[in-house]
């Protein structure tokens, strides 16, 4: 299996989709699009995977390779690749596909419950609630075509489905202790009161045990959208 990563800063890395790549023998490649935007040919990846980051995908005015980023992940859908977008990796699909990107209601940093909003048999499905790790600012409308999976109690879109083969998720299920502990380092300005925004201190409570359940929850993502 062929994998490219999309990358948008150096402190958001893949968290536990390493680790499960790895040990299927896949062959990952990335793109860091904070130090050279050079994208490959849409159609050599088996999987592109979209990280999160603290941009904008409204801001190509001064990043202006959101733009070429954008198209190449709309050309991947349309030919047939598996593509799973993570938090801006979400937003970043939705836009791509025509869909609005814009300031969420209330900003979700922390442990929150998502819900599933789906009970089709076509569609993954999540369970029926989960606790999960949030770090975003922004929402989305639904692109074209696409289910929604997952809500919560702050963002009513928090997971997307097109198709068998592409994914949107507004939470971040690849966190382990470590990606959590440089989100918290490189983005704590972001730690202020607000209703769905927990303390450095309580982020840095949680269990190893919640990381692993998210993880595994991530594995079932990623070897959904990667059957044969």
């Known amino acids: 299996m062929k994998v490219h990563v999309l990358q948008h ?5 893949m968290g536990s989709i390493e680790s499960w790549l790895s040990e299927r023998g896949a062959e990952i490649q990335f793109t860091r699009l904070f130090d050279s935007p050079i994208l490959p040919d849409p159609e050599h990846p088996d999987l592109i995977v979209a990280m999160g980051g603290p941009m904008s995908v409204n801001d190509e005015a001064d990043l202006p390779w959101l733009k070429q980023e954008k198209s190449f992940i709309s050309t991947a859908i349309g030919a047939g690749k598996a593509v799973l977008g993570i938090c801006l990796g979400a937003q970043l699909i939705a836009s791509a596909l025509g869909a609005r990107v814009y300031p969420g209601p209330q900003k979700e940093i922390g442990w929150f419950d998502i819900e599933s909003t789906s ?16 770090w975003h600012g922004e929402t989305f409308d639904l692109p074209p075509g696409a289910s ?17 083969r592409v994914m949107g998720l507004q939470f971040h299920l690849e966190t382990t202790p470590q990606s959590a502990q440089s989100l918290i380092v490189n983005c704590r300005d972001e730690l202020v009161d607000g209703l769905f925004i927990q303390s450095e201190e309580e982020l840095r409570q949680i269990p190893a045990a919640s990381y692993a359940g998210i993880n595994s929850l991530m594995a079932e993502v990623l070897a959904y959208l990667t059957a044969v």
């Not at 800063?9 to 890395?13: I, K, L």
């Not at 997952?150 to 068998?164: D, K, L």
């Open 148 to 164: 929604r999976l997952a809500s919560s109690a702050g963002c009513e879109n928090q997971a997307f489905q097109i198709g068998r």
């Open 9 to 13: 800063v150096h402190f958001e890395g």
């Open 119 to 134: 009970n089709s048999p076509d569609l993954f499905r999540f369970p029926t609630r989960a606790t999960v790790f949030h």
